[in-house]
């Protein structure tokens, strides 16, 4: 397995990836697919902005991806970021998503940011003790501000301080 910068022809399979994540999980508060363009749009806002998009590879396929974003858009939280990490459905438990989240620190650390939050719905332990498991800690949880399949869902954000904990 190896790390990667995202490049073009990775997308179909960024795409049947995250696809899968919203028809099968709330790991993602979305209903319905997404489209290439939407998708493509998303890697490009974050590339323009020259922050990373990385893909794994392994066996020569996509199998999972990482990014961040901006957290909120007004300048006073420019040092915050929000990350993205997902793994194809039959990948999962083998470190890749470890690897690829490892990897988005130092180029936060290089683009002088200092806090990596991650949103995790509070019933996707596995990717609650993932977090742990990579420094993050649960700093805020809110009751009920999602819905899907039907019921609430209640947010969870996990952050990281990407030069150590403040004293
Ligand atoms: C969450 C996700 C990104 C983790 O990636 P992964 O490749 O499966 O995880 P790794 O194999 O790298 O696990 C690294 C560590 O995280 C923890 N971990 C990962 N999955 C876990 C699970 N299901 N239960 C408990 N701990 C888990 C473990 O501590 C593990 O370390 P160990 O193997 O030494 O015990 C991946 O499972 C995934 O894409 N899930 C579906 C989509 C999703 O939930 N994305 C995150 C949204 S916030």
Do not use: C
């Not at 901006?70 to 939280?77: I, L, N, S, T, V």
């Not at 890749?96 to 996707?124: S, Y």
């Not at 019921?151 to 030069?163: E, G, I």
């Amino acid at each position: 397995m190896h790390i990667r910068p995202f490049s073009p022809e990775d997308i179909t399979t960024l795409l049947v990836i995250y696809n899968d994540v919203i028809a099968t999980s709330t790991a993602i508060y979305l209903d319905e697919p997404i489209s290439q363009i939407e998708l493509q749009d998303w890697v490009d806002t974050r590339l323009s902005k020259n922050y990373p998009v990385l893909v794994a590879i392994l066996n020569n396929t996509v199998v999972g991806f990482s990014s961040f974003g901006d957290w909120r858009a007004k300048p006073g939280y420019r040092f915050t970021v929000e990350h993205t990490v997902h793994i194809a459905r039959e990948k999962r438990g083998h470190g890749i998503g470890g690897a690829l989240l490892e990897a988005l620190f130092p180029f936060a650390r290089t683009l002088n940011k200092h806090v990596m939050l991650g949103v995790v719905d509070a019933d996707n332990i596995g990717s609650l003790r993932f977090h742990e498991r990579y420094g993050f800690t649960e700093v805020a949880r809110f009751p009920q501000v999602g819905f899907k399949f039907n019921r609430w869902l209640d947010a969870v954000f996990m952050q990281k301080f990407l030069n150590g904990a403040p004293e």
